[in-house]
């Protein structure tokens, strides 16, 4: 049971390398039955090769724990990286068996904290100091039309490295959220004010359709202000000049509060609809892979949810749903 929960294996085999035991979530992570694998090559149970199958058989008799990594190959499907702890058990040697694409989907890599902190520290700091002489060149009233379009062009680009760190760090972060009651309609219009530039760059206008009286609903404003920010940003790049977004705040399930964002221009396919919200999977993310999965990652840490539907005619439909 434990091991179909941590969509696991657990194998077993002889010194002559036939598989004795097979258990936990042989379909998931090996893409076939347990029934199959008795009596079976490891090397064929694992989809390698017999060298590499001898060096697992030596590493697990060795007793020390060892974990090694392989790409399986299973029929025509594409190789599945699997992590393999070796060992010992009951007198056969033994590994348990990780699909690690499995184990990472709705979770940022392990060390992925550390690294979005360390970028953090590292990147902000010059970051700033490259912002700062660029507005201070700005400033400069004797400068060339074409050396001011260029200036224009650093800032708008140093905005966006500084949302990318924020979502990198947004999607990183695992501490519990600080939660208060809050308005939606101002989560949505302090999310416009910080790509408020480049929206006016592109002549797009986000309008807010809110229905009478919203309740408050309860958010982490800080957390989930900048990841909302850089997907409605997404979204209008998408838009036509001079064109609107429209996000539809409305009442939802008993207790509950939709905010809806229609974005007509991403056509969602039957394909991407299950990694829609897979970091860089997303050719709705626009540039952006990390977006819409930051966007889900933090509302799921706050217990709220995102949905993507087809359009009625034509786009698609987000909807975040809050608690009040």
């Not at 699997?82 to 056969?92: F, I, K, N, S």
């Not at 939606?184 to 006016?200: D, I, N």
């Not at 626009?286 to 706050?302: D, K, W, Y």
């Amino acid at each position: 049971m434990t091991l179909h929960l941590l969509q696991a294996v657990q194998l077993s085999w002889s010194p002559r390398l036939r598989i004795t035991r097979a258990e936990g979530d042989c379909e998931g992570v090996l893409r076939r039955p347990a029934s199959e694998f008795l009596d079976r090559p490891l090397e064929a149970v694992l989809g390698t090769s017999p060298e590499k199958a001898r060096l697992l058989d030596t590493l697990a008799r060795e007793e020390r724990r060892a974990v090694e990594f392989l790409s399986g190959t299973f029929g025509q499907e594409d190789a599945v990286p699997l992590r393999l702890a070796l060992g010992m058990d009951t007198g056969e040697a033994t590994a348990v068996v990780l699909d690690l694409r499995a184990l990472l989907r709705h979770a940022p890599p392990v060390q992925l904290s550390g690294l979005a902190s360390q970028l953090s520290h590292e990147l902000r700091n010059p970051l700033s100091s490259v912002k700062m002489a660029v507005q201070t060149l700005a400033r400069n009233t004797g400068l060339s039309e074409r050396d001011q379009r260029r200036l224009t062009i650093a800032n708008r680009e140093v905005r966006t490295l500084e949302r990318m760190l924020w979502v990198l760090s947004e999607y990183a972060r695992d501490s519990t959220p600080t939660m208060e009651p809050h308005a939606p309609r101002s989560l949505v219009e302090e999310a416009v004010a910080l790509v408020a530039p480049e929206l006016a760059e592109r002549h797009v206008e986000v309008r807010v359709d809110e229905a009478p009286d919203i309740p408050r609903v309860r958010m982490d404003t800080n957390r989930l202000r900048p990841v909302l920010a850089q997907v409605l940003l997404n979204v209008a790049m998408g838009q036509a000049q001079g064109g609107q977004v429209v996000v539809s705040i409305r009442p939802g399930p008993p207790g509950r509060v939709s905010l809806v964002l229609e974005d007509p221009s991403g056509t969602l396919s039957e394909k991407e609809r299950g990694s829609l919200f897979v970091p860089f999977e997303s050719s709705l993310a626009r540039g952006a892979g990390l977006s819409l999965a930051a966007l889900r990652r933090v509302l799921v840490h706050q217990g709220a949810e995102v949905s993507a539907e087809a359009g009625p005619e034509a786009g698609t439909v987000f909807t975040l749903t809050f608690s009040v």
